[in-house]
């Protein structure tokens, strides 16, 4: 097996913190007020409850963004096992340093990921 390109055990440290930041972060965003009936409160000041239906929308659509990253570092993990991390997954060749650096969870190279731009949704 040819040596990975980056150091596997450093990738895989970080992209374990990554992941227990994210989780702590997707468990804060899922928290739901404990007090059941408490935002559904008609009647009293609209704005209030509407800023409160935003905040959730809000939490709701950042919640998803972190589980997207939540899978993409799930999946550079495995890929470390697999001793296939740091080596492009479309087209084989070795993602550099710096992307990795940058974006741990990368598993394309610059030049596929730019090609591919449709596979994903945009941010927005
Ligand atoms: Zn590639």
Do not use: F
């Not at 509407?50 to 495995?78: F, N, S």
């Amino acid at each position: 097996m040819p040596p990975p390109p980056v150091d596997a055990q450093d990738a895989a440290s970080a992209l374990l913190a990554r992941l227990a930041d994210l989780e702590a972060e997707l468990e804060t965003l899922n928290a739901r007020p404990s007090e059941p009936g408490a935002q559904v409160q008609y009647g009293k000041r609209a704005g209030d409850h509407i800023a409160q239906v935003t905040d959730q929308l809000t939490r709701a659509r950042a919640a998803e963004q972190v589980e997207m990253l939540v899978e993409q570092v799930r999946a550079a993990l495995l890929r470390i096992e697999e001793g296939a991390y740091g080596l492009c997954e479309a087209c084989g060749g070795p993602i550099p340093e710096g992307r990795l650096a940058a974006l741990p969870w990368a598993t394309r190279c610059v030049a596929c990921a730019g090609t591919s731009g449709g596979a994903r949704p945009a941010s927005r």
